[in-house]
């Protein structure tokens, strides 16, 4: 039989996260979900009940789309106000795919860097690469102020989060030019997933790196509909590529590895483009992290995060492991959280709190934790 890769061999079998999706009882309240569990907006509901009755007429009959995307997305997404164009943004079905896609493009030897904790698939597409063991390791502790600080050994990629998956903290605009500096220093490429993009709320914290002077020669941004407009199952992102010796090469990777993302989720997701409806949800699940942050730390408890995005990290305020902790939140308190060491070793001695629930989940929430 054929060999599989030895490197899949050293893969975790997910085990902190099959073990958060598989603990229930009654009354528990989940502030582990980082997914977006609300109704769609009729703006992005009725724009792909549009595009499907087009489809189902002769004249509007679509075969294959474009493999980077359809024009009028493109188009929409463009930030021509910061120098981005049309044809150097490229659909996705989510950032999932295409940052860790991107990785083919680079030779097998590359030394790249990657937040500790970080969101998982990091880690494990460095592992599947046999990229993992000598990969620089950027802390975001308590003694870096949970941010990533360039390292100072030469790297050639980048992982970068902002706002942060799972410590919740952003990088401000010193913090980023710092990264956009370094990167230039050692002409390395910053991977820059900015998922988290719409729930920035500090004014020097930007909503795209590209507002800082020169990322545009060593950044790769990557957005998705997922959180900003609930698409977490119809599956739309972009990937911002405006590094004119890597777009053409992306560009003909993914007409390799893609064949687009379908026409009527294109248009619901060019519907949501600053769409007040959701706007509007944003801001509610906004309230719920303001709700959520303040109600902690009036509580005493030592927390980031909730500010520029949906996540609360927890310092647990006793000796037990993140996973002992998960363990006795849902016992003692009726909590789901997510043990910080499914986030990577630095993670351990916290755990995730979301959000992205209704205010009076949260309030819930807070009231059993304040019987402490
Ligand atoms: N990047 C980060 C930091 C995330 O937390 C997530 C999802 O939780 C993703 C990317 C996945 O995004 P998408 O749904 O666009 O694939």
Not at 192 to 211: H, L
């Amino acid at each position: 039989m054929v060999k599989v890769k030895k490197e899949f061999d050293s893969l975790d079998q997910n085990y902190v996260f099959s073990l958060v999706a598989s603990r229930s009882k009654p009354g528990l309240i989940n502030l582990g979900v980082g997914d977006v569990l609300s109704p769609l907006r009729p703006c992005v509901a009725n724009a792909i009940k549009k595009a499907v009755d087009q489809m189902s007429s002769i004249e509007g009959i679509r075969g294959y789309g474009p493999e980077l995307g359809y024009d009028f997305l493109r188009e929409k997404l463009a930030r021509k106000d910061l120098g981005i164009l049309p044809e150097q943004v490229l659909i996705n079905d989510g950032i999932a795919s295409d940052i860790t896609l991107i990785l083919d493009l680079f030779e097998s030897d590359i030394i790249v860097a990657v937040q500790d904790p970080t969101y998982p698939p990091y880690f494990e597409t460095l592992k599947m690469r046999g990229l993992f063991k000598k990969a620089v390791k950027l802390p975001c502790t308590k003694e870096t102020n949970f941010v990533p600080i360039p390292p100072k050994e030469k790297v050639d990629v980048i992982f970068l989060c902002s706002p942060q998956n799972p410590t919740g903290v952003a990088l401000n605009r010193k913090e980023l030019r710092a990264w956009v500096d370094y990167a230039k220093e050692c002409e390395a490429v910053i991977l820059f997933d900015a998922a988290y993009q719409a729930f920035i709320t500090r004014e020097d914290v930007p909503s795209s790196i590209y507002e800082i002077e020169g990322a545009k020669d060593v950044v790769i941004e990557f957005c998705s509909f997922s959180k900003t407009a609930g698409f977490t199952n119809l599956r739309c992102g972009y990937t911002t590529c405006p590094i004119p010796s890597i777009l053409p090469h992306f560009q003909r990777l993914k007409t390799v590895r893609t064949n687009g993302v379908a026409y009527p989720i294109q248009r619901g997701a060019e519907a949501s483009i600053n769409h007040p409806e959701i706007k509007a949800q944003i801001a509610l699940f906004k309230e719920s992290a303001k709700l959520l942050r303040e109600g902690m730390l009036h509580l005493g408890f030592d927390i980031v995060g909730g500010i520029d995005c949906p996540y609360i990290w927890w310092k647990i305020p006793n000796k037990m492991t993140s996973l002992e902790f998960f363990d006795y939140l849902i016992e003692k308190h009726s909590i789901k959280a997510i043990p910080g060491s499914g986030f990577g070793p630095l993670g351990e001695g916290y755990v995730r709190l979301s959000s992205l629930t209704s205010k009076e989940t949260i309030n819930k929430a807070l009231e059993k934790l304040s019987y402490a």
